[in-house]
């Protein structure tokens, strides 16, 4: 059976940007998010840093590239406010920030020396061409960066009746939306479809055990499936209704509630040489 895409070009962020969502956005680290790409990077590189949101992610980059420069870049320019402040707090200068859109970057060719985009390109209605922009705006020899998650593929352990009905919903929603919630595995071939042939594939996970990060990835999770735009899509795309969410919700805190609670977020990753 054919994979079941959505064909319409227009793409909606489910997620919104919910005080759960960023509470999420907000806490991911360079060291989490972007090891597969730390080892490229030198102090005098620009950096393109696509989707940053509330900045977490940016700032280190910049930090790591003093003599260098990082561009932080998002379509909501009410998120970039968030992203200043907490740029300001962690002392580094060398960054900027700019709304835009992923597919159509305003930027010359060859513009930057590291071009990256975490979580970005399951939201996308057209991710290849996100990446042949990418891929222009990023010199020769130098690097475009991608990493996306594989909904799928996350696992958990217990099995708590209810999860499974969050995992449908989230694929349906997001599938709904425009997007490819299993981006992290289609990444190879949208690049290889964008131009870009030098290519490292490699995968990451994130892990949430432990009493301090159950209760963190549960309440977030609960608190977002009830109160961000992704409950409202959810209901009005017919995916399930307002007493589904609400169970929904109790199952996840029902989750982290268990001392031997487990879940594993799978993500694939891309290291792009230009050519």
């Not at 054919?2 to 489910?14: L, M, S």
């Amino acid at each position: 059976m054919p994979e079941a895409r959505n064909d319409r070009k227009e793409q909606v962020y489910i997620h919104g940007h919910h005080e759960s969502v960023v509470r999420s956005h907000g806490r991911r680290r360079a060291a989490d998010s972007a090891a597969y790409l730390l080892p490229e990077l030198r102090p005098h590189h620009r950096v393109l840093d696509i989707g940053c949101g509330p900045g977490s992610i940016t700032a280190d980059l910049a930090a790591l590239v003093p003599q260098g420069r990082v561009t932080g870049l998002d379509a909501a320019a009410g998120i970039l406010a968030r992203a200043r402040e907490a740029a300001r707090e962690r002392g580094v200068d060398n960054v900027d920030f700019t709304v835009g859109d992923a597919g159509a970057l305003d930027f010359p060719d060859g513009s930057f020396d590291v071009v990256h985009a975490h979580q970005v390109l399951q939201y996308l209605a057209d991710p290849v061409a996100a990446l042949r922009e990418m891929r222009r705006v990023c010199r020769p020899g130098g690097v475009v960066a991608v990493r996306d998650v594989v909904y799928t593929a996350m696992t958990w352990y217990p099995r708590v009746p209810g999860l499974e009905d969050w995992q449908r919903v989230y694929v349906g929603v997001a599938r709904a939306g425009g997007g490819e919630p299993d981006a992290g595995s289609r990444l190879l071939g949208w690049a290889r479809r964008a131009g870009l042939t030098d290519v490292t594939a490699t995968a990451g996970a994130w892990c949430y055990a432990g009493q301090e990060q159950r209760a963190w990835w549960s309440g977030l999770w609960a608190d977002r499936t009830l109160s961000s735009p992704f409950a409202g899509l959810a209901v009005a795309g017919g995916h399930t209704d307002r007493a589904g969410l609400e169970a929904i919700a109790r199952a996840w805190r029902e989750w982290g509630r268990h001392e031997d609670a487990w879940f594993s977020v799978l993500n694939g990753e891309l290291l792009c040489r230009v050519n």
